[in-house]
């Protein structure tokens, strides 16, 4: 099946440094999710694209949709304590129906 | 804003006995999934029900079923549980129009 890479897997930076992550593929996804999960919770929806190339922001958060459709990167600007926690990226192709495909995850740390 | 609602939040079983997850999804939100994230692993999807029938089948094991019913909830059975099984399970649920899935606060599963 579609295999996602995520990277990197884990992340230590000091509040107020900017974050970028990013997820590549062998297989040509239509749809990326990026998600955050807090421990124990459900993961959050942050971002969702739909189109090669596509540039979507929500707030401090902005990630793009690969022109190859094989990758998506996210990055974070001035971090803040709160942004701790696991972040997935997550993706439909063509062939695999509704169901998603997860990265393995970032694991961030933002040291105040 | 109406989120995902799963029950329970926890659960302990002993091993080869039943449990019985549920998930109602956001209001109009006509497909569920189920997910299985067990511990420091991304999530993996189970199964997927589109208007009370089954559209994608992924990694669910024979022992376990699910349904969705009229009022669009969902609920997964597992039987004979297995030490194994302990893990975090997520329900999410979107339209089948713009399939972006919101995922609740998951059920933890722990058999002893």
């Known amino acids: 099946g579609q295999q996602l890479n995520q990277s990197p897997q884990s992340m230590f930076i000091q509040e107020g440094e900017d974050v970028s992550m990013n997820c590549t593929s062998s297989?040509?996804?239509?749809?990326w999710l990026w998600y955050k999960q807090d421990p124990g919770e459900g993961p959050v929806l942050l971002i969702a694209l739909y189109k090669a190339g596509e540039l979507t922001s929500n707030g401090r958060l902005t990630a793009q949709f690969g022109i190859t459709r094989k990758d998506s990167f996210l990055n974070i600007s001035a971090s803040i304590p709160s942004d701790v926690g696991i972040y997935f990226c997550a993706g439909r192709t063509e062939t695999s129906g509704s169901r998603l495909t997860f990265g393995e995850g970032t694991q961030l740390t933002v040291n105040p | 804003a109406a989120g995902v609602i799963q029950s329970p939040r926890h659960l302990i079983k002993e091993k080869r006995e039943t449990a019985t997850l549920k998930c109602y999804p956001i209001?109009?939100?006509?497909?569920v999934y189920w997910y299985q994230q067990g511990p420091g692993q991304d999530p993996q999807f189970l199964i997927s029900?589109?208007?009370?029938?089954?559209?994608d089948k992924g990694s669910i094991p024979d022992r376990f079923s699910a349904q969705q019913f009229s009022d669009y909830h969902s609920e997964l059975n597992m039987s004979s549980l297995e030490l194994g099984d302990s893990a975090l399970y997520f329900c999410?649920?979107?339209?089948?129009?713009?399939?972006?899935?919101?995922f609740g606060p998951g059920t933890r599963l722990l058999v002893l």
């Open positions: 297989s040509i996804f239509n749809t």
């Open positions: 209001p109009r939100h006509d497909t």
């Open positions: 999410a649920s979107s339209t089948r129009l713009q399939e972006t899935q919101y």
């Open positions: 029900f589109y208007e009370k029938m089954q559209s």
